[in-house]
């Protein structure tokens, strides 16, 4: 069974930063590109950041560029979202997801075009 476990969310002022990581189970990581989406409350899911197989290519929303990097560890089968100089705007659940096949390169997917999903961890950012 398949599970994606996403943690390190929580509280913190603007300009703060944390650090999300999402353990990954119940598959062959290294076969997956990676993502981050967030869904603000009544909002739909918005795409992150990606990542791809084996961490050489990443792709960033607009909003985001600059402040989040996401990496990968294949040996620790997690991924990370670091993200600094954090904003009001950036509050909402953060979730992770995987889409199975070898990704030369990664670019926005759809949320349609990821094969599993993590049950999401809160970000709040405070003003």
């Known amino acids: 069974q398949v599970q994606l476990v996403e943690s390190g969310g929580g509280l913190v002022q603007t300009g703060g930063s944390l650090r999300l990581s999402c353990a990954a189970s119940?598959?062959?990581?290294?076969?997956?590109?990676m993502g981050w989406f967030r869904q603000a409350p009544g909002k739909e899911h918005d795409f992150v950041a990606a990542?791809?197989?084996?961490?050489?290519?990443?792709y960033y929303t607009d909003s985001v560029k600059g402040r989040f990097t996401i990496s990968r560890d294949n040996v620790k089968n997690t991924v990370y979202l670091q993200m600094n100089s954090l904003e009001p705007d950036d509050t909402a659940v953060y979730y992770c997801?995987?889409?199975?096949?070898?990704?030369?390169?990664?670019?926005?997917?759809?949320?349609?075009?990821?094969?599993?999903w993590g049950q999401g961890t809160q970000v709040t950012v405070s003003s």
């Open positions: 990542i791809n197989n084996n961490g050489g290519s990443t």
């Open positions: 119940g598959l062959s990581f290294s076969l997956y590109a």
């Open positions: 997801a995987a889409r199975g096949g070898i990704h030369s390169s990664v670019r926005r997917y759809s949320q349609r075009e990821y094969d599993y």
